[in-house]
């Protein structure tokens, strides 16, 4: 089966559990019968939230049925692991499934992009499943883009996150720092600098508009710590929302008349990107 083919056939209706399309039926399945997709990019499932999901399950039942794969008298997830975890911890003995027949392609596929769009993945689950996808079924950022309804900046910050080394991806992974602050470390050219930072951050406690400011004195090769900035409130959420759209630090400083929007980049690839989300690249070529 051709790759590209997969992602054509229409997501909703492969990855949606209620419906039941012709020849399908919901099934009764033992419990133990059942195991997870080795292709599930999620790694942690936060363990109250689970408990409150199986208090659930055990005042209400399953809802939403399971969707999975037989093989012989085994069941390989496609989507709804939580729902399986949580109704072991419930007791239950027997799940509704709904069975699909999937090629391992599909498969690894739909489990990727079930959780991306139903599921909170953090950071680096999200960015680790879209290089898995681009690599899987050569997609460029573009195509990728389009599958998920998403904005290729958005694909591309992410997937910058997987160059950090890692020790700073870990610290993401387990909320100890935020993606804001390890897009702010990505501007350090070297490992050894985005490890001095990233371990300065956590001791020190600093919000992401500090290590913005730490980052930037790193670079002009100074230690002292740079001063804090006054910004207007509305004047910073412009800021933020920017950072968040471009993926690179943006700085608005305004004057008595007007003012001036800074933009950094990091190199010729970075200078690239943001000339695309520009729209410029077809007056440059």
């Known amino acids: ?55 659930s399950i055990k005042e209400h039942g399953i809802i939403q049925p399971l969707v999975a794969r037989q093989e ?3 069941y390989t997830l496609v989507a709804g692991e939580r729902r399986w975890r949580a109704a072991r911890q419930a007791g239950l003995t027997h799940v509704p499934v709904i069975i ?27 960015a680790e499943a879209y290089q898995r996808l681009i690599d899987e079924f050569s997609l460029t950022q573009e195509e990728l883009a389009q599958t998920l309804g998403k904005s290729r900046p958005a694909i591309a910050n992410a997937l910058r996150l997987l160059s950090l080394p890692e020790e700073i991806r ?26 001095e930072a990233y371990r300065e951050v956590v ?48 700085r608005i400083t305004p ?8 933009i950094e980049y990091y190199g010729p690839e970075d200078l690239e990107r943001l000339v695309e989300i520009f729209g410029l690249s077809e007056e440059l070529a």
């Open 255 to 262: 004057k008595a008349k007007g003012g001036k929007i800074e």
């Open 203 to 250: 001791r020190r406690g600093l919000s992401v508009r500090a290590t913005e400011n730490m980052v930037r004195a790193m670079l002009a090769g100074k230690r002292a710590r740079p001063k804090v900035r006054l910004v207007d409130p509305q004047l910073r959420a412009m800021e933020e929302s920017l950072i968040s759209r471009l993926g690179t630090q943006v």
């Open 72 to 74: 012989g008298t085994m």
């Open 100 to 126: 699909r027949h999937l090629g391992d392609e599909q498969l690894m596929m739909l489990a990727l992009i079930e959780n991306l769009q139903r599921e909170n993945l953090n950071p680096i689950e999200e």
């Open 1 to 55: 089966m051709n790759k590209r083919s997969v992602l054509g056939r229409g997501l909703e209706a492969l990855i949606e559990p209620v419906s039941t399309p012709s020849g399908e039926s919901i099934r009764q399945v033992p419990i133990e019968n059942i195991q997870p997709n080795p292709y599930q990019p999620r790694q942690e499932f936060d363990p109250e939230k689970l408990a409150e999901l199986a208090t």
């Open 170 to 195: 870990e610290g993401v992974s387990r909320e100890t720092i935020s993606a804001g602050h390890a897009r702010a470390l990505l501007a350090l050219g070297s490992t050894s600098q985005q490890l």
